[in-house]
């Protein structure tokens, strides 16, 4: 009887133990799926903004290389305009704001691909030992010329069409000089009248995924500080050091922001309000980066078991929001002046945190603080001394004794090393 109570009690124990390791097994399997259709969702939302991004380029370049191809064919008489076309969905294709020196690019080294082409097969005939020095030789004079890789490529692929085609086409070589001319300025003259895009809705659209990432990581470092999660503030860290591809795209969009109010007299109005974007830019970067200072340095906070003041976390949550009122209020077209208030507000609970005890890193993480909430006020249009007098204020220096007044040095670049 013993024995077989014994054995019972092994069979229940194990099957208990199989069912504890199944219970288990289904949570992790359960949160792998919700991992895997969280990312499937976001990878999907970001394809569609992607798409809706690249729409208004892609309705340019067709339109572009449409009526490439009727100036060349029926204005122009050229019985097969491929270059035509090709010279002008190239010129739309490269980053904005660059497609004014891409047409200068084109036209020089079609031009140099000519005269090298045609210098050489007169001389040394065509073959393939002669296609190989030709494109060897307009590569090097380019090159040695300094022209850029654009130049470069054109020059080239020119050469190359001069070798192999000259022999089979009569007088190619004027009809492709005159494609890249005729397509590069049709391309200017979509970008410009025809179809321009509107510059701030660009803007908008280039800044949001930039102000995103900044307002997300840093809403999780300050529930990670609450938390005193290290994990969740690494995270956080690892994430804002990818943030080349948000901050590319918010200077490409400028970039052609700019482009597009100069040559477009539809969107010269415009001037004004680009021009202040402009200027956030630069601010918006050092925010960045001085948020990855503050991040690291929480990171190692919770490392070293210092201290956190319930001020602390309030303060980044306050600076992540600050981020927020940034972009809706860009985007509405208003005065920033929600953003500059929750600034402040972030600075105010950094001195109480200060005031209530912090560590080594608890005080860095203060500091970053002040300076961020300071990026972020310039970017809001506010001059840096200013800012810097506002920051003072809130955090309460301005009223301690022995402290002097007056305007602080204009700040410099981070000298921690780049999170991006």
């Known amino acids: 009887m013993a024995v077989a109570r014994d054995r019972r009690f092994t069979l229940l124990r194990g099957n208990s133990r199989r069912s504890s390791l199944s219970d288990v097994d289904t949570q992790r399997i359960a949160e792998t799926v919700a991992q895997l259709h969280h990312r499937g969702k976001a990878t999907l939302r970001d394809r569609l903004h992607r798409v809706r991004m690249s729409l208004a380029l892609a309705l340019q370049a067709g339109l572009a290389a449409g009526l490439a191809w009727v100036a060349a064919h029926e204005l122009l008489g050229n019985p097969q305009p491929v270059f035509a ?25 079609v031009g140099v691909g000519v005269f090298v082409g045609d ?42 069409l001069i070798a192999t085609l000259s022999p089979s ?44 990432l900044l307002a997300e990581q840093l809403d999780h470092t300050a529930d990670g500080l609450r938390d005193r999660e290290q994990t969740k503030i690494q995270q956080a860290l690892d994430r804002l050091r990818n943030n080349k591809e948000e901050l590319t795209a918010l200077t490409d969009a400028i970039e052609g922001a700019k482009e597009t109010a100069l040559l477009s007299p539809a969107r010269w109005h415009r001037r004004s309000e680009l021009t202040h974007y402009a200027e956030a830019a630069e601010p918006i970067d050092r925010a960045m980066r001085n948020s990855g200072t503050l991040i690291r340095r929480a990171v190692t ?16 949550a306050h600076l992540a929001e600050s981020v927020r009122l940034l972009k809706k209020e860009f985007a509405q077209g208003e005065e920033p002046e929600q953003a500059r208030e929750r600034s402040l507000r972030a600075v105010s609970e950094a001195g109480r945190a200060y005031a209530e005890g912090v560590g080594f890193s608890g005080s860095v993480v203060v500091a970053q603080v002040r300076t961020t909430a300071s990026d972020l006020m310039v970017a809001s249009g506010i001059s840096q001394e200013e800012a810097n007098r506002l920051v003072r204020q809130s955090f309460g220096e301005l009223d301690r004794p022995g402290v002097r007044g ?8 981070p000298t921690a090393p780049p999170v991006g």
Do not use: C, Y
């Open 301 to 316: 906070l919770v490392e070293d078991e210092e201290p956190v003041p319930a001020p602390m976390p309030d303060a980044v």
């Open 119 to 160: 210098l050489l097969v007169h001389f040394l005939g065509t073959g393939p030992w002669q296609l190989a020095l030709i494109v060897t030789s307009a590569i090097l004079l380019t090159i040695f010329a300094g022209g850029s890789v654009a130049i470069v490529i054109q020059a080239a692929a020119t050469a190359v």
């Open 406 to 413: 007056g305007p602080e040095p204009a700040a410099k670049a």
């Open 169 to 212: 086409v009569e007088d190619l070589e004027i009809p492709r000089f005159i494609d890249a001319l005729v397509g590069g300025s049709i391309a200017l003259l979509v970008t410009a009248v025809l179809l321009p895009l509107n510059p701030l809705r660009v803007l908008n659209r280039a800044a949001r995924p930039a102000l995103d």
């Open 85 to 109: 076309p090709i010279s002008a969905v190239g010129t739309l294709a490269v980053s904005l704001g660059q497609r004014f020196r891409r047409t200068a690019e084109l036209i020089i080294g």
